[in-house]
């Protein structure tokens, strides 16, 4: 009874703690974003602000951009800030936007802001970004490209205005490097729709057209839409032969082609499109599927890279290359590019999807991992219906005791438990009843479902030794 005081003023000072700011902060940016400005500047002033010279660097400038405003939406004057520089210089800047003054204004406190620490990533990011509104591409992009650079937090905004600088610049080719490390687990689906966007523009830049052949192309669309590929034939190779320099009409007529079975004439105008636009995606991803299935297949891994690297967030090239290396056993490549076609699909609850992520990671002996994702399944769909994490679970845990690794002992008892446990539900189960002979799990065939009820009901069991059939 002496214990009980002390873990029920934890329990009580644990209820009572707060959100830390970040969570705050998102939450009142939330409001902001709904229109409800009055109550998202209410919490904003409710916060406390005791230790905000301890918070991180990224915090405390949001804090402040929010802070400027809320002192603009509610009319007020002559708010200050006692953070030291360059805080001060970049609340000055954010009060000065907000007042209706020009950007230039702005840009200068923090151009002088920069001059004393020139190695804050955010007044770099902001004073690209006050430039980038007034479309001066050239000022803003380096400025920008400085911010991803030296940015220690998380800079999926400062690549994403990057991408929308270089776009503007008509820089396409350097945009899909930029945007390729947003691919990893816990990017927002936002900022994957807003990558997306950007990416999908700067291909229709690149294919701007006249609107006669824009036309034909989409009749040729919408002919093999209808699976009419010999009408969709005739009207391409006369656009081919009057306009030879674009890209995308040599593209359709390789796919007319393929639809026809015509590989070899498929390929011919594929490597021509590509010879026209080296960075067409599409154009790579269709010649790596033509050789996948040939003598040549070893060529599909280099072409399928290609066109990773012009469209980075394709989930359909990375669930192909994927493929290609389940099919030639290179399973930790497999399982990497399987984890990132997850979040590109947004597929990050789907049991299907992990079960093959932890199938991949335990032929790649990447135990550890394959642990906590066959334990997830295990934990959301139960013993029952998760037999086949069960097996998973007793497998790798058995494989890590016979392996030297360390904790044998433990391990062994896992794989015991998990095995004593599928039994009871697979009494007949071959895999289960092997590892339980060598872990020495006593193990009784009991009864089935079925056989209890044949019992409860009255019926006469049928021997091994009775005639089924005459």
């Known amino acids: 009874m002496k214990t009980t005081g002390p873990i029920l003023l934890s329990i009580v000072l644990l209820s009572c703690a707060k959100d830390p700011p970040e969570r705050t902060l998102a939450k009142v940016q939330k409001l902001l974003r709904s229109e409800d400005k009055v109550k998202a500047c209410d919490t904003l002033d409710d916060m406390d602000t005791g230790k905000v010279r301890r918070w991180p660097s990224q915090t405390v400038y949001t804090y402040l951009r929010l802070k400027a405003l809320c002192v603009h939406q509610r009319g007020r004057k002559h708010a200050r800030t006692s953070l030291p520089e360059p805080y001060r210089a970049y609340y000055r800047a954010m009060l000065s936007v907000g007042a209706g003054e020009s950007l230039d204004t702005a840009a200068g406190i923090l151009r002088d802001a920069l001059k004393a620490h020139p190695r804050e990533a955010e007044l770099y990011y902001r004073l690209g970004l006050f430039h980038l509104l007034d479309e001066r591409f050239a000022e803003a992009c380096p400025l920008i490209r400085k911010a991803v650079e030296l940015g220690r937090a998380s800079t999926d905004g400062y690549r994403l205005s990057l991408a929308r600088c270089l776009l503007g610049q008509g820089h396409l080719k350097a945009i899909p490097g930029i945007l390729a490390p947003l691919v990893y687990d816990g990017v927002k689906g936002k900022d ?102 040939s003598s040549m297949a070893s060529r599909s891994e280099g072409y399928l890279k290609k066109a990773l690297g012009f469209d980075p967030l394709s989930s359909k090239i990375r669930a192909s290359l994927r493929d290609y290396y389940i099919k030639t056993g290179a399973f930790s490549r497999a399982a990497d590019l399987h984890k990132s076609v997850i979040w590109l699909t947004g597929e990050k609850r789907s049991v ?82 092997a590892l339980g002979k060598v872990l020495g799990v006593k193990h009784e065939v009991a009864k089935a479902p079925f056989e209890d009820k044949i019992r409860v009901k009255g019926a006469k069991h049928v021997n091994k030794d009775d005639i089924l059939f005459k």
Not at 202 to 214: I, S
């Open 192 to 293: 994957l729709a807003q990558a997306r966007h950007i990416m999908e523009n700067a291909r229709l830049f690149k294919r701007l057209m006249p609107k006669d052949v824009r036309g034909v192309i989409l009749a040729v669309k919408g002919f093999l839409a209808k699976g009419n590929a010999g009408k969709a034939m005739d009207m391409l190779v006369e656009q081919v032969q009057a306009n030879p320099q674009y890209p995308i009409l040599h593209y359709l007529l390789g796919v007319v082609h393929l639809r026809l079975g015509n590989k070899a004439d498929a390929v011919v105008q594929l490597r021509q499109c590509l010879k026209l636009d080296a960075t067409d995606p599409d154009a790579w991803f269709l010649l790596a599927r033509l050789y996948m299935g």
């Open 352 to 433: 299907n999807q992990a079960k093959l992520l932890g199938g991949l990671l335990e032929k790649a002996e990447r135990s550890d991992e394959a642990l906590k994702v066959w334990g997830k399944i295990l934990r959301k769909l139960g013993p029952d219906d998760g037999i086949e994490a069960v097996r998973a679970l007793a497998r790798i845990h058995y494989k890590l005791s016979v392996t030297g690794a360390s904790r044998t002992v433990y391990h062994r008892r896992q794989a015991a438990k998990l095995v004593k446990t599928g039994l009871k539900l697979r009494p007949m189960d071959e895999e289960l009843i």
